[in-house]
Nanobody
Framework: QVHLVESGGGLVQAGGSLRLSCLAS????????VGWFRQAPGKDREFVGL????????YYADSVKGRFTISRDNAKNTVSLQMNNLKPEDTAVYYC???????????????WGQGTQVTVSS
């Protein structure tokens, strides 16, 4: 059974930074793509970005491109989401997920973390 645990959420002012981490229970990141998604109150869950299992590339939603960066630490079984220049519209619960396909479609991800709250004040 695969378990993903997010951490690092919190309250930050607009323009600030946060770093979220996604810790896996085993060494699955060597064979699974990791996606980050977020869900704001009253809205659908949306794609933020992904890190390919083979490290060929990372992909981001237009809304976060240039501000967010995803990286992986193999030794720690962790994938991180560095968020800079945060905006109030980035406020949401952030989830990491693992899946065999490198897509922005949340339905293709088999494993999910419990989510971590990010709140950006104006």
């Amino acid at each position: 059974q695969v378990h993903l645990v997010e951490s690092g959420g919190g309250l930050v002012q607009a323009g600030g930074s946060l770093r979220l981490s996604c810790l896996a229970s085993g060494n699955i990141f060597s064979s699974y793509n990791v996606g980050w998604f977020r869900q704001a109150p009253g809205k659908d869950r949306e794609f933020v970005g992904l890190f390919r299992w083979d490290s060929v590339g990372t992909y981001y939603a237009d809304s976060v491109k240039g501000r967010f960066t995803i990286s992986r630490d193999n030794a720690k079984n962790t994938v991180s989401l560095q968020m800079n220049n945060l905006k109030p519209e980035d406020t949401a619960v952030y989830y990491c997920a693992a899946g065999r396909l490198a897509t922005s479609d949340m339905r293709t991800y088999a494993y999910w973390g419990q989510g971590t709250q990010v709140t950006v004040s104006s």
